[in-house]
C-alpha cells in the first residue's frame, strides 16, 4: 500500500534527525521517493524554523500498524513528549495519506507538507 508520510524536526541536529527517520522508514516498507530536506517556518510563528520533508512509501503494514510502528520509531528516534515542550520537536513524523486516504486532512492541508508533496511529484 502506498502511505505518504511528512517528517519534521526543529531541534538540535535538525538534518540529522530527518535523515536518520527516513531511513529507519526503510524496516517499514520501500521508501519510492523522497522530497529531500528542506526548510519550513513553526506554523504557531514563533518557534524554531523545522527541517521537512515527504516520503513515499510503499508498505504491506495496515494503516493501523503502519500508524503504530511509526510513533514507535519517532520515541527510538528521541521524541519524548514529557522531556521536551509542545513546541520543541526533534522528530515528528505523521501518516498523512494511506492508500487513497487522508488520513490527516489538517496536515494534508499544511503548506509544509504540500511543498514536499509537490516535490516527489503529487500535485
Known amino acids: 500500500m502506498r502511505a505518504i508520510i511528512s ?11 530527518i535523515t536518520d527517520a527516513t531511513q529507519a522508514m526503510c524496516e517499514l516498507g520501500e521508501v519510492k521517493r523522497d522530497s529531500g530536506l528542506y526548510e519550513s517556518p513553526a506554523i504557531d510563528g514563533v518557534s524554531f524554523p523545522y527541517i521537512n520533508s515527504v516520503i513515499e512509501l510503499d508498505t504491506s503494514l495496515s494503516n493501523e500498524e503502519l500508524e503504530r510502528k511509526i510513533k514507535e520509531l519517532e520515541t527510538r528516534l528521541g521524541r519524548d513528549r514529557a522531556k521536551f515542550p509542545h513546541n520543541i520537536v526533534p522528530i515528528d513524523i505523521d501518516l498523512v495519506i494511506f492508500g487513497d486516504s487522508i488520513i490527516r486532512p489538517v ?17
Open 7 to 17: 517528517l519534521g524536526s526543529n531541534f538540535g541536529e535538525r538534518e540529522k534527525y
Open 107 to 123: 496536515d494534508y492541508s499544511r503548506e509544509y507538507f504540500r511543498r514536499g508533496y509537490s516535490i516527489i511529484g503529487q500535485f
